[in-house]
């Protein structure tokens, strides 16, 4: 009872479900198990059968890909009330196109796709939230690929940031801090561009006043300021 107390209140918070009612927030909350994975740890890999979604409750995850020649492309920081690997509940049989990897000890609740897949024809208002999220998914993609086609390095790192801004951000005296729990080798892949090349950028901006670096961290020191340099100005 605790458990699913608890678990509605997580879930009120997926901006898939701010429409749901009640009702329907008891009844996802009831499909739910709780699922811990340390440090280190996945909740799923890629080309594993999407049996399950998740929501996170605690800690962070990242989501990545691995390329044919084993290199790793992170896709997005996962943080709590964030919903992630939910294609197996719109597409039965589907496959995880990407990995869900524990930044720190982490917390989700796990949801069995096809019983979230029965929930979702029997209450089909929830399935406008489902189809905004793989919409949005989609979009930040076509949006990458773009950036890596016709924008210089400078913008496409300014880009990440913002991205990583948006989804695991906080507001500080100094600026918006980001807490990096991955090297910059990952936030270079994130780029498209070598880790040499990031380092310099980031060195150039912190001399101008536009970020500050720290261990595992970063604070955007001058937001307007990055986003005139992601915009190319």
Same mark, same amino acid.
């Given at each position: 009872?605790?458990?699913?107390?608890?678990?509605?209140?997580?879930?009120?918070?997926?901006?898939?479900?701010?429409?749901?009612?009640?009702?329907?927030?008891?009844?996802?909350?009831?499909?739910?198990?709780?699922?811990?994975?340390?440090?280190?740890?996945?909740?799923?890999?890629?080309?594993?059968?999407?049996?399950?979604?998740?929501?996170?409750?605690?800690?962070?995850?990242?989501?990545?890909?691995?390329?044919?020649?084993?290199?790793?492309?992170?896709?997005?920081?996962?943080?709590?009330?964030?919903?992630?690997?939910?294609?197996?509940?719109?597409?039965?049989?589907?496959?995880?196109?990407?990995?869900?990897?524990?930044?720190?000890?982490?917390?989700?609740?796990?949801?069995?796709?096809?019983?979230?897949?029965?929930?979702?024809?029997?209450?089909?208002?929830?399935?406008?939230?489902?189809?905004?999220?793989?919409?949005?998914?989609?979009?930040?993609?076509?949006?990458?690929?773009?950036?890596?086609?016709? +924008? &210089? #390095?400078?913008?496409?790192?300014? %880009?990440? @940031?913002? !991205? *990583? /801004?948006?989804?695991?951000?906080?507001?500080?005296?100094?600026?918006?801090?980001?807490?990096?729990?991955?090297?910059?080798?990952?936030?270079?892949?994130?780029?498209?561009?070598?880790?040499?090349?990031?380092?310099?950028?980031?060195?150039?901006?912190?001399?101008?006043?536009?970020?500050?670096?720290?261990? +595992? &961290? #970063?604070?955007?020191?001058?937001? %307007?300021? @990055?986003? !005139? *340099? /992601?915009?190319?100005?």
């Amino acid at each position: 009872m605790v458990h699913s107390a608890h678990f509605e209140n997580i879930i009120r918070r997926v901006a898939v479900f701010k429409t749901a009612s009640d009702e329907d927030v008891r009844a996802i909350a009831g499909l739910g198990i709780e699922r811990a994975v340390e440090e280190g740890g996945f909740f799923f890999l890629q080309g594993d059968r999407a049996d399950y979604l998740y929501i996170m409750l605690s800690g962070r995850a990242k989501l990545c890909q691995i390329g044919p020649d084993g290199q790793q492309v992170n896709l997005r920081t996962l943080t709590p009330s964030q919903l992630f690997g939910a294609i197996g509940a719109v597409q039965p049989g589907a496959v995880y196109p990407a990995c869900a990897q524990a930044l720190e000890d982490s917390i989700a609740i796990a949801i069995e796709s096809a019983a979230f897949g029965r929930l979702l024809e029997a209450r089909p208002h929830l399935s406008f939230g489902m189809m905004k999220l793989m919409t949005g998914y989609i979009q930040e993609m076509q949006e990458r690929y773009r950036e890596l086609a016709t +924008e &210089r #390095v400078e913008q496409r790192i300014a %880009h990440v @940031l913002l !991205r *990583l /801004a948006g989804q695991s951000g906080k507001r500080v005296e100094e600026g918006v801090l980001i807490e990096l729990n991955f090297s910059r080798q990952e936030l270079a892949e994130m780029s498209g561009t070598t880790l040499y090349t990031v380092s310099r950028t980031l060195s150039a901006w912190e001399k101008q006043g536009i970020i500050a670096t720290g261990r +595992e &961290r #970063v604070v955007i020191t001058n937001p %307007h300021g @990055l986003v !005139r *340099l /992601a915009d190319g100005m």
